[in-house]
């Protein structure tokens, strides 16, 4: 592995994946308060040297208004061109973009053909999420059929595979975040320098369907069950009588709550409200999203939920917390 000092060195020879990793690094690190300029401007940079990666982070940046206002016509202009830069990311995620079954990207392409690839984008497709079930109104709980497709779903897992940590919790009573015997399971916390084009689609489509905006989302996260992992009861809201979450409820509470299942080859691991005697269990693409608050902001009981264990089989599962106010990004 190359360490940071040999890519300083390479970064200012000019060497631009050299820029690119750096500014990465720098993005993401324990630094990024004090390094995340440096790191954007170094990712830029390495862009417009005829780096493909870093023109394809630099579409991410297009799309989630870092630095600039949102604009996905500009995104998918990058995510074009990085494309014709050789970036295999960006060729796949164009191809996924395009709900192109033919998998583009696995392949050799010309200008023009990314070009064709890029004009068959729809970004109206793209953020459509499709009708709100009813499943329950206490708690109120919705559910979305077929909210991602298979591709996208897999393109999820793939992404998450290698990154997968133990699970973490609030501790109730120091406020910290860390291990707990109530968590069994893995996941992985995408920031910035993990994300994509695709991911920020996604996300930009779970903001469609909930009407709340994207800087009010925390940190998406991807889980992970292995056969009898679980998550047990728990409340995603953060009790405000609890003086270990004074600190994180300046962040503002936690609303809502929304979850895309990944896959389906797996028995067991319905997600279940205790309480309100209520189970689900999408199939690959589908969602579920709950309030964890009632009509009035207060925190419901009625949303106390467990992830049981699957029997069989692997679960995955995109989760995703929403506050009440913006800027949860850590």
């Not at 993401?28 to 940079?45: C, F, M, T």
């Not at 208004?65 to 990311?89: C, K, M, P, V, Y």
């Not at 608050?293 to 925190?299: G, L």
């Amino acid at each position: 592995m190359t360490s940071e000092a040999e890519l300083e060195e390479r970064a200012r020879s000019g060497d631009a994946r050299a820029q690119f990793l750096l500014g990465r690094l720098l993005l993401g690190g324990p630094r990024a308060a004090q390094d995340g300029g440096r790191g954007l401007a170094l990712i830029e940079q390495a862009a417009a040297g005829g780096n493909g990666d870093a023109t394809a982070m630099t579409a991410l940046f297009e799309a989630m208004g870092i630095n600039r206002a949102s604009d996905w016509d500009r995104a998918l202009d990058r995510l074009q061109l990085a494309a014709e830069q050789g970036s295999s990311s960006a060729r796949l995620q164009l191809g996924l973009l395009a709900r192109d079954s033919r998998q583009p990207g696995k392949k050799s392409g010309s200008g023009s053909a990314w070009s064709a690839l890029r004009s068959r984008v729809d970004l109206v497709q793209v953020f459509r999420s499709g009708e709100h079930q009813v499943l329950s109104e206490k708690p109120r709980v919705r559910v979305i059929e077929r909210f991602a497709s298979r591709a996208e779903c897999q393109w999820l897992i793939e992404r998450a595979r290698e990154r997968l940590l133990p699970a973490t919790v609030f501790h109730p009573v120091t406020g910290a975040l860390g291990g707990s015997l109530a968590r069994s399971n893995s996941s992985a916390e995408f920031q910035i320098p993990d994300m994509d084009v695709v991911f920020e689609a996604i996300r930009s489509r779970i903001s469609a369907s909930v009407r709340l905006p994207l800087p009010q989302f925390e940190p998406t996260q991807l889980l992970h069950y292995a056969p009898g992992q679980e998550f047990r009861p728990h409340f995603d809201f953060m009790n405000p009588a609890n003086p270990a979450y004074r600190e994180e409820l300046r962040r503002g509470q936690r609303v809502g709550t929304f979850l895309i299942y990944l896959n389906d080859e797996f028995e067991g691991g319905e997600t279940e409200f205790v309480d309100a005697g209520l189970r689900f269990k999408g199939r690959t693409g589908d969602a579920i999203f709950w309030a964890n608050v009632d009509a009035q902001r207060r925190p419901d009981p009625l949303t106390r939920h467990a992830g049981l264990p699957p029997t069989s089989g692997e679960k995955w599962i995109l989760s995703q917390w929403i506050r009440d106010r913006a800027g949860q990004s850590r």
